[in-house]
């Protein structure tokens, strides 16, 4: 049985797989928080955050030409850096991404049916599991149609807050930067999916090629689309009424006098976080067969299943600890979380980029240094939580490194 993912992917699907990810519930949910942190300033922290992501993005395709395999920046950090660097941006991928999962099924379960969040929640990671171990090409389809749905109900949403005569211009414009660095942090959990392009790498159709305009594309539309909602959102409400929001965009409409739109928000959003969901699971899913394969987890994970070309039991896994998650977890608390893996996976893929060609060191230094900034100013009990998690993966290195010679 072999062992390789079959390239089913072309531009256009690796493109939608990262949209799939980026704009989903994040940015159904993120901007109350990161008003909470910046107020007015809101708009430099998603400038802050796109720049962030502009360089990780840049990082991850020179990357991914270099590596096209499936594991993203554990195979970036391994081959760069050394065997411990890889293994903990993959930890903190796996951890910070598991967190994500949780987040976008506990959003469909608040959306959907908020009495009973939980328990639609895992029901979503249930189905979605299944659907990604019947084959990549399909999950892709389906994320295409998610994609289209979400982009509609956020254009609606532009158009009737920019058009129903509350748009206060005053609201945007910045009166400190105290809290910025923390605002972009939290706004950087609704840009990171174009990891999904870089983990894909084994299964897109000329990787070379496709990895590095599709990463590119997939940022541009995501920021086009965030700064629009940003905007809308901002002006229509003011940073304090935004802050004390637990749905921005419904409020935003009803603001703008369409209160009737509501419920088509509030169906995007549960789309949304279906989409996004989705798409992590893959991406999870394909950095556990990297890990698998190189026996940093269990090396039964590292299967591929003979007729789908999915890595089946690596999803399954992944499916089974996300719906743990899901039943347990409280929304905001693993936003924070989220992010602080996911900035330490991508501080990782900065120095890996570095190393590539030290006299292009401006991007991945950018990168590097925004990563740490925005990781290390999230909410302390992020940091804590985060940290601690990822000290326990270095101790579990530390023990497996270890053992070996006795094996």
Same mark, same amino acid.
Request: aromatic share 6%; proline share 5%.
């Given at each position: 049985?072999?062992?390789? &993912?079959?390239?089913?992917l072309g531009l256009t699907d690796t493109v939608v797989v990262g949209l799939g990810a980026m704009i989903g519930a994040g940015v159904f949910?993120?901007?109350? %928080?990161? +008003?909470?942190? *910046? ?13 962030? +992501? ?23 950090? @391994? ?22 999962? /949780? ?26 599991t299944a659907l990604n171990y019947t084959g990549v090409r399909k999950t892709a389809l389906l994320t295409r149609v998610i994609v289209a749905?979400? &982009? ?21 414009? %910045? ?8 605002? *972009? ?21 000329? $990787? ?30 003011? $940073?304090? @009424?935004?802050? =004390?929001?637990?749905? %921005? ?19 995007? /959003?549960?789309?949304? =976080? ?15 067969? +990297?890990?698998? @394969? ?11 299943? $003979?007729?789908? *070309? ?39 893929a900065n120095a890996s980029a570095w190393t590539l060609d030290r006299r292009r060191w401006l991007v991945p230094g950018v990168g590097f ?11 302390? =009990? ?11 993966? /270095? ?9 070996? %010679?006795?094996?």
């Open positions: 049985m072999s062992d390789s &993912l079959d390239r089913r949910v993120v901007f109350a %928080p990161a +008003a909470t942190a *910046a107020g007015s300033s809101l708009l430099l922290g998603l400038a802050l955050a796109a720049v962030v +992501a502009y360089c990780n993005a840049t990082s991850s395709a020179r990357l991914a030409v270099r590596y096209p395999t499936s594991g993203g920046t554990y195979v970036y950090g @391994r081959e760069r850096l050394g065997p411990f660097w890889g293994y903990l941006a993959g930890w903190s991928f796996v951890v910070g991404k598991t967190a994500s999962c /949780a987040a976008m099924a506990l959003t469909v379960g608040l959306y959907v049916w908020p009495g009973q969040a939980h328990v639609v929640a895992v029901a979503a990671v249930v189905a979605l749905i979400v &982009l509609v109900v956020l254009a609606v949403v532009v158009a009737m807050g920019l058009s129903g005569g509350t748009v206060d211009l005053e609201h945007l414009v %910045p009166t400190g930067v105290a809290g910025v660095p923390q605002a *972009a942090g939290l706004l950087f959990f609704a840009f990171a999916g174009y990891a999904r392009v870089a983990t894909l790498g084994e299964e897109v159709r000329d $990787p070379a090629r496709t990895i590095p305009r599709a990463i590119s594309v997939a940022l541009v539309i995501t920021l086009i689309v965030y700064t629009a909602v940003a905007v809308t959102v901002l002006s229509v409400l003011g $940073p304090d @009424r935004l802050a =004390a929001s637990t749905a %921005p965009l419904a409020d935003a409409v009803r603001a703008a006098g369409a209160p009737g739109l509501a419920p088509l928000v509030t169906v995007g /959003a549960a789309i949304a =976080a279906l989409g996004a969901l989705l798409a992590l699971i893959l991406g999870v899913s394909r950095t556990v067969l +990297a890990m698998a @394969r190189d026996r940093h987890l269990p090396v039964a994970l590292a299967a591929v299943h $003979p007729r789908f *070309a999915v890595p089946h039991r690596a999803e399954l896994a992944v499916g089974v600890v996300v719906a743990v998650a899901a039943a347990t977890a409280d929304l905001r608390a693993v936003i924070g979380f989220s992010s602080f893996g996911v900035l330490l996976y991508y501080a990782v240094a925004g990563c740490v900034l925005l990781a290390f100013t999230l909410p302390t =009990a992020s940091v804590l939580s985060g940290a601690a998690v990822v000290a326990l993966g /270095a101790v579990l290195y530390g023990v497996r490194s270890g053992a070996r %010679p006795s094996d």
